[in-house]
């Protein structure tokens, strides 16, 4: 027998773009459920939890779910640099401590949350509109009835792509990692590593969580590189290349692994009755593919836009574009910018990237934060395109600003 259910709003997705739009509807006073497939919130860990203080506080999550860092570390085949910050401006976060937080506070403002519920499917009215998803849960077939449905799957996008909006990502990041205990680790440095050794498109990195935990990964942009990051991170390991060399002894603790849309922004957001949002509507910084942030604060913007408009009787296309032209205003020409960056990254050379990081080592701890968050319009970048007396440097930020 099929299980039936009647809400206002249907979250498919438990991870941050899910608990932030489920807190925020259920909070403005309409039904809402949250449907995740694993056994519990965050039981699989898919991300390294890489973050910033600032949207940290912004968004509330307590101090006890990160490890601050103030000084960051990078390293190509022949170069080195280390950019130090007076105060810590970047965090690692407790990903599952997080996310379950996120998840609680969404509880707690009266949403239902359902696990074990693998979505599969969509249920469209007369004229082809979503109005509710069946999947399978504990007891066989399950069935959730409702106005509105925010697709917050993640990178598999389950209910766009049951609606046949949307295929595949075709360019993506795949990462693997191992969180570890290490004998040495400076807690409030992390590294990140360039050049082919490390990943032939893509970086490789060494995140401290504290307590001599770090996560040591590898990404690996696809199709550019048909190289497995698991295998990547295995030779990095053995040979103790790098960075990796100074942890000394490193007992793994357990792997994580994920995939991460880098297909720019190139998915509409909003149709009727559906709005996407976080991994499934492709919004990540794509300097250093981070998406937790967006997936925040975009999911809350979807929650409350998606029950302003189920309040108000009317969830067509048009009573949810409030929603994409929220995002669109403040990302959509960062990430333009960063996937030029991006793209400079991904065909750099041994020797390029020795020389980009006498770039990196030009910048000032803030204007490099702000670089690497992408938050181009905020900082110096175009005194820096301009003014910067290194052609080198100047021609990187003229690529931001978008000159060649
Ligand atoms: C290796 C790697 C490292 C990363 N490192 C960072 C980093 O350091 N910092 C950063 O900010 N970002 C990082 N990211 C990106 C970041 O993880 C994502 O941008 C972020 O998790 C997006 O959140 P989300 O809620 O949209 O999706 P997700 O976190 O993927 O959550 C989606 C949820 O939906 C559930 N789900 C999926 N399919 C179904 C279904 N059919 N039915 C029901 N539930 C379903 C999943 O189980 C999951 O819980 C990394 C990504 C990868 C792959």
Redesign the pocket.
């Known amino acids: 027998m099929s299980e039936e259910y009647h809400y206002d709003l249907v979250v ?7 608990s932030s739009a489920a807190y925020e509807a259920a909070r403005n006073g309409i039904r809402v459920a949250m ?4 056994n519990s ?2 039981e ?1 860990v ?6 910033w203080i600032q949207n940290i506080k912004e968004f509330g999550i307590p101090d006890d779910c990160y490890n601050p860092i103030k000084n960051f570390s990078f390293c190509s085949p022949n170069n080195e640099v280390t950019i130090s910050d007076s105060v810590p401006r970047a965090a690692v976060l407790d990903v599952r401590k997080t996310y379950r937080w996120l998840a609680q506070e969404a509880k707690q403002s009266g949403a239902d949350i359902f696990v074990k ?4 499917n969509v249920i469209k009215d007369e004229m082809g509109d979503i109005i509710g998803v069946s ?1 399978v849960g504990p007891n066989g077939k399950i069935t959730f009835h409702s106005k509105a449905v925010i697709d ?5 996008s ?1 209910v766009v792509k049951a609606m046949g909006f949307a295929t595949q990502w075709k360019r993506f ?1 795949a ?3 191992y969180e570890v205990k290490v004998e040495n680790i400076d807690s409030d440095t992390w590294w990140l590593m360039v050049g082919q050794q490390y990943s032939p498109a893509g970086y490789a990195w060494i ?1 401290p969580l504290g307590n001599n935990i770090v996560r040591i ?1 590898v ?1 690996v942009g696809k199709p550019e590189s048909n190289v497995d990051p698991t295998q990547k991170l295995k030779e990095l390991m053995d040979s103790k290349l790098g960075p990796i060399k100074k942890l000394g002894k490193i007992s793994p603790i357990e792997f ?5 849309p880098n297909d720019g922004l190139s998915r509409k957001t909003v149709f009727n009755n559906l709005i996407l ?4 509507a492709g919004q ?1 910084n794509p300097l ?8 925040i604060k975009f ?1 809350r913007v979807a929650g409350k836009v998606a029950s302003d408009a189920i309040k108000a009787g009317n969830t067509d296309e048009n009573s949810l574009k409030a929603y994409e032209e929220n995002w669109k205003k403040e990302i959509e020409s960062k990430i333009n910018s960063a996937g030029k960056v991006q793209d400079r990254w991904i065909g750099l050379s041994d020797e390029e990237w020795d020389k980009e990081l006498d770039i990196i080592k030009e910048l000032k701890p803030e204007e490099f934060i702000d670089f690497i968050k992408a938050e181009f319009g905020l900082s110096n970048m175009i005194k820096l395109a301009t003014h910067h007396p290194k052609l080198a440097v100047r021609q990187l930020f003229n690529l931001v600003k978008g000159k060649k």
Do not use: C, M, Q, W
């Not at 498919?12 to 899910?18: C, F, N, Y």
């Not at 898919?46 to 973050?51: A, D, E, H, L, N």
């Not at 250093?288 to 997936?295: C, K, M, P, Q, T």
């Open positions: 498919v997705g438990g991870g941050p773009a899910g449907l995740e497939k694993e919130i965050a699989t898919r991300t390294s939890g890489v973050t519920i693998n979505v599969n999947g917050a799957s993640g990178f598999p389950v990041g990462g693997a990692e995140f990964g990404g994580h692994y994920g995939l991460i949002v976080g991994d499934s990540a250093v593919l981070e998406g937790i942030r967006y997936a999911g």
